[in-house]
């Protein structure tokens, strides 16, 4: 992790949880792992992180700048450098592949439509397994879908990208394509890559894995640490996860 804070926060408690312990955090250059035995719970934390939902208490800091109490002005600032990627954001049906990639340059008119289009096949070509980017998206595989979801937020260059349960619903070879493709492909693009993921493989993988539990977050600095906890919430979601993944014990 770099020494450089790109994300800092002071007491942060999201609005949408009552009752949690509020979290200090300070996160630089990485692949963060949020992981946790409730979903809702880690991508309540994700949206809260990226200031993107109401705080209870606290002070958040992205890039250096406030963004707790960003108004619509302050939160157009952070629109390109920071990329944040959900499932309720899909692909538009009617368009190709690289149209859907080439949307959010064209829409913040960063160049020309041929040079947009230029800087879409050479990104595509650099993070993306060979496909026919030209079909519509009810054509593609699954994964070629989530490739390009992810495109399409580095099409703004973020220097933070954070991605909302990006293995959810894929069975287990997909599911490790995938898995590699956010660390070898992705993760070098950025500063800070965070990932909501319930995942123990990727969080394996992590420079930092925060633990979401019922009473708060906790960060550890690698996955064996986690392992090593006593606490009993963590120990209890280690032993639901050990008879779903045969993989948990540290590198």
């Known amino acids: 992790m770099s020494d450089e804070a790109l994300l800092h926060a002071v007491g942060l408690a ?20 949020l992981v946790g035995p409730e979903r809702e719970q880690s991508s309540t934390w994700l949206y809260t992180l990226a200031g ?6 606290g002070r958040l800091q992205l890039l250096g700048r406030p963004a707790s109490e960003a108004g619509a002005a302050q939160r157009r600032e952070f ?49 993306a397994y060979d496909a026919d980017h030209y079909v519509l998206p009810a054509y593609m595989g699954e994964l070629q879908r989530r490739h390009l979801l ?26 490790d394509l995938l898995r590699d493709y956010i660390v070898g492909k992705v993760r070098p ?26 009473q708060g977050v906790r960060r550890f600095g690698h996955w064996a640490e986690l392992l090593a906890c006593p606490a009993d919430e963590v120990q209890r979601y ?11 014990e540290s590198p």
């Open 14 to 33: 999201p609005a949408a949880m009552a009752g949690v312990l509020p979290l200090d955090l300070t996160l630089g250059c990485g692949l963060v792992v």
């Open 52 to 57: 993107m939902e109401p705080l209870a208490a």
């Open 79 to 127: 629109r390109h450098p920071l990329g944040f990627v959900t499932p309720q954001a899909p692909l538009l049906s009617i368009i190709s592949g690289l149209r859907n990639v080439m949307l959010p340059a064209l829409y913040h008119r960063l160049a020309s439509e041929a040079e947009v289009e230029r800087r879409a096949h050479t990104l595509l070509g650099e993070i």
């Open 150 to 175: 992810i495109a399409r937020a580095l099409m703004l260059e973020p220097r933070v990208l954070m991605l909302e349960q990006p293995l959810d619903g894929l069975d287990a070879p997909v599911a």
């Open 189 to 214: 693009r950025v500063n800070l890559l965070m990932v909501a993921a319930n995942d123990a493989l990727l969080a394996q993988r992590a420079d930092v894995v925060l633990f979401v539990g019922r």
């Open 238 to 248: 280690l032993a639901m996860e050990r008879r779903a993944c045969a993989m948990l």
